[in-house]
């Protein structure tokens, strides 16, 4: 295998978002979802986009697949969470973006 070099600055990057993670801990799930088979995960993108909780939850719910609910389910939550947000950008009541 041939090995690339990458700046230190990109490797640091990789590792705080958790692309390279030495840990163990993005290799294996806890519940029924299937992020682990996946080299992004929600949390990676969570962190690289500094999103708040309710868009971190959309995209978590866009990127999964929950064995014993049905996929229509993560959409009613998605839309739910979008219905909480705009309310909060009515209302001026969050650091929303």
């Given at each position: 295998m041939n090995e690339v070099p990458i700046s230190r600055e990109l490797y640091d990057k990789l590792?705080?978002?958790g692309?390279?993670?030495d840990s163990g801990v993005r290799m294996t799930n806890v519940g029924s979802s299937n992020y682990a088979e996946h080299l992004i995960?929600?949390?990676a993108i969570w962190i690289d986009w500094n999103l708040d909780p309710w868009d971190a939850d959309i995209v978590k719910r866009v990127l999964?697949?929950?064995e014993g609910e049905p996929?229509?389910?993560d959409y009613e939550k998605i839309i739910h969470d979008c219905q909480e947000k705009l309310r909060q950008?009515?209302?001026n009541c969050s650091?929303?973006?």
């Open positions: 590792v705080q978002i692309i390279i993670d995960q929600p949390w999964r697949t929950k996929r229509g389910r950008l009515e209302t650091q929303a973006r």
